[in-house]
């Protein structure tokens, strides 16, 4: 099993959503986050004064998935949340040891 975790815009958070699920993906967990890459952070205007914003708001997509599934998904996120801008994001591939299903105590691929 591994654990792909995406940093996105968040306009595209419900493309990727719908992509996903209809890629078998059937749960995710996302959670808005704030950082900054090589962009580092931004300017803006607010009543006359420029303000630096150092973290740009951005959403954190995580999915747990088989290993034959992984290339699938990867591929699926890349296609709904490119822009070709600077600022598009990050996917992060980890190896996951072991997931349990509270509820049932069910293990590995059953939990997921």
């Known amino acids: ?62 999915v747990v998935v088989s290993d034959d599934n992984v290339k699938a998904v990867i591929d699926t996120i890349m296609d709904q949340a490119q822009t070709g801008q600077m600022g598009d994001g990050k996917i992060f591939i980890t190896d996951l040891e072991e997931a349990i299903r509270i509820r049932t105590g069910e293990t590995g691929k059953d939990a997921v």
């Open 1 to 62: 099993m591994k654990k792909i975790e995406a940093i996105i815009r968040h306009f595209k958070l419900e493309d990727i959503k719908s992509a996903l699920s209809d890629c078998g993906v059937e749960g995710m967990t996302i959670t808005e986050v704030k950082g900054f890459g090589r962009q580092k952070g931004h300017t803006e205007m607010y009543r006359g004064n420029e303000y630096a914003i150092d973290f740009v708001p951005k959403v954190k997509v995580e």
